[in-house]
């Protein structure tokens, strides 16, 4: 079996940045044909096209909040779109974030539909191909579906629109939008049958293994809420990875903070759209660390840090530290902060502020930590101990997301920007990322979001 195909740097973003029909049309100046299982997983390898995520939902979100007037003049047009949700964010310029997904999905897909005829593997070799490309797929469609669409909702997912749902490399493949409902679907149905296929490690954590797929799935599932799931799943990951950093050890030498590839926490790599953030942290956020907090004196610095484009306040730093992007992906506490979420959902507050005890003896010294006891509002202190774990990982925004469906945790966000003030109210249309309008404008069956 041989099969030809056109694999460029740019070559995936044609599918939805340029109309199908125009895609063949274009010039097409390398080739490369798949023929056997080490082609295939060589695509798999390739770092910089699956490890990163979206970008500009972290600006829309409340971890960064622009008080600087200097900083806000300066601020790029896409960013300053982005922060205070205008409809259209890119104007004229391409979607970097949506792009980079469907350049994932793309390159998944070949693999998918191709390696199980490949030549010169095992037929265990093949499948874990497999199983791998169906990771990558589900974490875009994940990514896209909780930016580019409405919140999980049991009620009204099989009607809201999700977005295209490409199952196959077919550049006449129609474009419509599946629903929130069936994107979800089919994410799942990748991961849990990815699952059987992987190894429980791998050689590092940038090839998706058993345990990172479940880590992903417990994601999934406490996303749309199935907290039953998500702690099973979540418990299950932990019974296999349960290492987490003590923050005391790199006080004296921040700068030897282990990089991806050794953290013992990072259970799947994938990473921010952009490799720093070089905002201002919001003052509810900064608020919410204990002056102890090494993850307050570690991991955020003063904005006069940040020589190239200083500003008022405090930055998010620990991608500065090694200079290696920002992990988005599964975490040992990540799951640990599922763990403790589900379970204070179904009644067992106890063992839920037992997780965060654990947790936070990892962030201060030794002489400073003391445990939480009598909590009065176990959830309130689970939601709060997430936010100051995960900032600046763009998290926040699927958070909000979820959380705005219940009237407890739902939020409005107001704020002052070049002079006037803006307002993001629960569940609004805002909460939606508009698709590009030139994406719709090449291919019209893509149904616009509502305004």
Known sequence: MRKSIIYILFVFISLLNIGCQDYVEIDQPMQRTLTYTSDYQYLLNYVYR???SYFYPELASDDIDITDETFAN??????ANAYIWTENIFGDAEDTDWNALYQQIYTANEVITGVMESEGGTEAEKEEALAQAKVHRAFAYFSLVNVYAKQYDATTASTDLGVPLLLTPNLFASLERASVARVYEQIITDLEEAIEFLPETQT???????????ALLARVQLQIGNYNNALSLAEEVLSRQSSVNNLENYIETPTSYPGRYEDQEIILIKTLGNSVLDFPLSQELIDLFDENDLRYELFTAPGTNYSWSPFEGRGYWKPRLRSQGIHIGPSVPEMMLIRAECLARTNNPDEAISVLNTLRSYRFRAEDYQELENVSNVLQEVLDERRRETFGTGLRWLDLKRLNKEPEFAKTITREFRGETYTLEPNSNEYVFQINPIYI????????NPR
């Open 204 to 214: 590092n954590a940038f090839l998706p293994s058993s345990t990172g797929t479940i």
């Open 441 to 448: 404008q090449r291919n019209p069956e893509i149904e616009s």
């Open 50 to 52: 699956f490890e990163r």
């Open 74 to 79: 300066n601020l790029m047009e896409q960013n």
